[in-house]
């Protein structure tokens, strides 16, 4: 039964990061990037302030950690979601979740140049393969670009910031509960954004007349993206370990490309299917243990010869 809530946590954190995609293309609608990005990081810090003081999480910060803390907020979530944010107004909601979803391959990258962690030969291989699929999803049957050079290149640049990210966050992540970290970086996120709301988008958002479906849109990328899909996220790391939880956030664009096809009208062709699997697959490979089978079959084999 345990085991059960850890995968069913990790499913649903996935499924919520996926769909994520699609209700800031609904928030879109009547809500411009910058607003979209501050009002949600506003009612998460809100929230998560609640749920901290409900279950009584220590909120003290020691002065040595507020540097980690706050180039921590700037790479994330203040540079990660203007980049994503503003991707996602060129290129659609699949093509951007396809993007985002190999953040776990560039991130042992940086582990080994920042953290000297080691990754197998394995790895390589399935970054190859992903980056096939990515080049496949991102283009028509006869590999025109469907997207948004642009847009592909803003949407790549959040993978960037989120890798360096999680270099930076990992001394915080030992010695603070990363509710408290991410209710910490959220506020210090919405300060930086509130100049940029001020000069770009203040009148747009104080004349605008948002539908409910902007509106909910907004709470639930605040209330799930932001706040629920974290927490469940790190349970199930907490469970699992960062390299298992991370095969479930490969799911990500499968989720993102099911519910843009039934809310947003995106086409869902085979070519892009096909490139979906294909960049799954990559990503699957680069995390599993076959570079250890296959290190001790050759071993096995030059030891008979």
């Known amino acids: ?11 649903i954190a996935s499924f919520i990061f996926g769909i994520s995609f699609v209700w800031s293309k609904i928030a879109f609608h009547d809500f411009g990037p910058i607003s979209t990005i501050t009002i949600r990081l506003i009612i998460s810090a809100i929230f998560l302030l609640g ?19 706050i180039i921590g907020a700037i790479l994330s979530p203040f540079l ?20 985002v979803s190999t953040l776990p391959l560039f991130t042992p990258i940086a582990a ?15 970054l190859i393969i992903s980056s096939i699929g990515v080049f496949i999803t991102l283009t028509s049957r006869d590999f025109q670009f469907n997207a948004s050079p642009t847009g592909v290149i803003i949407e790549s640049s959040m993978v960037i910031a989120a890798v360096l990210y999680s270099v930076v966050q990992k001394n915080l ?26 000069f770009m988008e203040w009148e747009q958002l104080i004349s605008v007349k948002p539908s409910i479906e902007s509106i909910r849109s907004m709470l639930l990328l605040a209330i799930f993206a932001s706040s629920v899909a974290f927490i469940l996220y790190t349970y199930s790391i907490n469970k699992l370990g960062a390299s298992k939880a991370n095969l479930y956030f490969n799911l990500l664009p499968v ?43 050759t071993k096995k084999q030059l030891s008979h010869k």
């Open 80 to 99: 990660t979601f203007f980049a994503e944010y503003e991707g996602l107004t060129r290129i659609n909601a699949t093509d951007a979740s396809v993007i």
């Open 173 to 198: 992540c030992q010695s603070y509960n990363p509710i408290i970290i991410i209710l910490y970086q959220n506020t210090i996120s919405v300060l930086l954004y509130l100049p940029f709301l001020y």
């Open 51 to 69: 749920f901290s003081k409900l279950f009584r999480l220590k909120l003290k910060i020691q002065k040595k950690d507020w540097k980690t803390m």
């Open 1 to 11: 039964m345990k085991k059960l809530l850890v995968i069913g946590s990790a499913l």
């Open 112 to 126: 080994y140049f920042f953290l000297k962690e080691r990754f197998k030969a394995i790895f390589f291989i399935g």
């Open 255 to 297: 989720f993102t490309a099911i519910t843009a096809f039934f809310y947003l009208n995106e086409k869902l062709t085979t070519h892009k299917i096909i490139g979906i699997i294909i960049v799954i697959g990559g990503l699957y490979l680069s995390q599993t243990k076959i570079s250890k089978t296959l290190v001790k079959k």
